[in-house]
């Protein structure tokens, strides 16, 4: 039996992994669930698929969950630390379905600990690439990529030369507002950029698609796991969202990975790899589909992938005050405090404020590194707000 865990259990992506788990019982033992505030979601997981511990990220919810799993024997633990040490449990395949740079540290920890890593978790990549990989080569443990674009690039790389790769395109669905004349963008709620035209996401990625952060973390991401140049990844917008990505090479070839809007696809690969095995995804019929269509990705319309670029160009810990600064931002969005197109001003600011830390020497960077430079961000981005 693999044992497995799972942080961020609650969430999108964590109950598309569960969806999966759960369909072989047999094959699977799981140690760690973890969530945060959606106490009943964990505990009703837990029960089912016999988890040894179930934890929450929000001390203050302790008690709620150790009244959901009481009569049981399965342990429950609260909190920050709690989740770094459910990370520490002997797993052979941990999910990092944690959103945000929260995710960075159990992840971290499980692939020191022995476990492959499935990464959901794009900020990981973002804010702590070199740490990343670095980790996982000494520990001996796979890294794979989950964000359907990277398990794209990951499954059309398969048994190439890497020296023979060109380029990469990601493409991007263009989210909510892709057909908004760009002036109404100032007057758009946090309701209509959490309704995706394609996927079904946790709100936070949902909104990032819209003003395309999160294709920006993606391309940052692209750049960090495969080893490309800047220059070498390019975006295109792809309102079917059927192509994933696609990689091309020096003889002109262009790979495409082409499949359903569905997460368990790339969940399952990274579950299974190196295996292919059956999936309960859709199997596209393209005659039904008809066309595939392509639109240029307009740095006016989404000043994030400009950004992305920058961070790219800069390398050190710009990826991590990248990230910080846009978290900061979207929480300011989703509390309307700022409006939408403000988020990438703040962002920029925050980036051109703290250029200095773009002078670290990859190789070297740190875990405390990576938080000190996330802090700083934090803080300046929640300082621009407030003026
Ligand atoms: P969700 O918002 O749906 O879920 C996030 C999960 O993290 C939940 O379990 C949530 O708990 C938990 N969580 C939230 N804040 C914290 C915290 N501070 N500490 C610990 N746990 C926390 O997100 P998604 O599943 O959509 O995304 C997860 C990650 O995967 C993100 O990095 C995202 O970019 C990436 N991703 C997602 C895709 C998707 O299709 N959804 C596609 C590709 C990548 P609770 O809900 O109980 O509060």
Sequence with gaps: MRKVSIFGATGSIGQSTIDLIARAPDNYQVVALTGGQNIAQLAQDARRLQAQVAITADETRLGDLREALAGTNIEVAAGRSALVEAATRPSDWTMSAIVGAAGLEPGLRALQSGADLALANKESMVCAGPLMLRTATAAGQQLLPVD????????GLIGE????????????????FRDWPLDDLEKATPEQAATHPNWDMGQRITIDSASMFNKAL???????FFGFSPSQIETVVHPESMIHALVGFNDGALMAHVGPADMRHAIGFALHYPERQTLPVERLDLVKLGQFTFRPACETRWPALRLAREVMEAGGLMGAVFNAAKEVALDAFIDRQINFPRMAGIVEEVLTRLSSQASHNPDAITLDMVMQADHLAREDARAIIAA
Excluded: C, M, N, P
Excluded at 148 to 155: G, M, N, R, T, Y
Excluded at 162 to 176: F, N
Excluded at 218 to 224: A, D, F, R
């Design 148 to 155: 359907s674009e990277h398990s794209a690039v990951f499954q």
């Design 161 to 176: 030369d890497l020296s023979a790769v060109e380029r990469v395109i990601i493409t991007a669905s263009g989210g909510a």
């Design 218 to 224: 993606e391309l940052i991401e692209t750049k960090e």
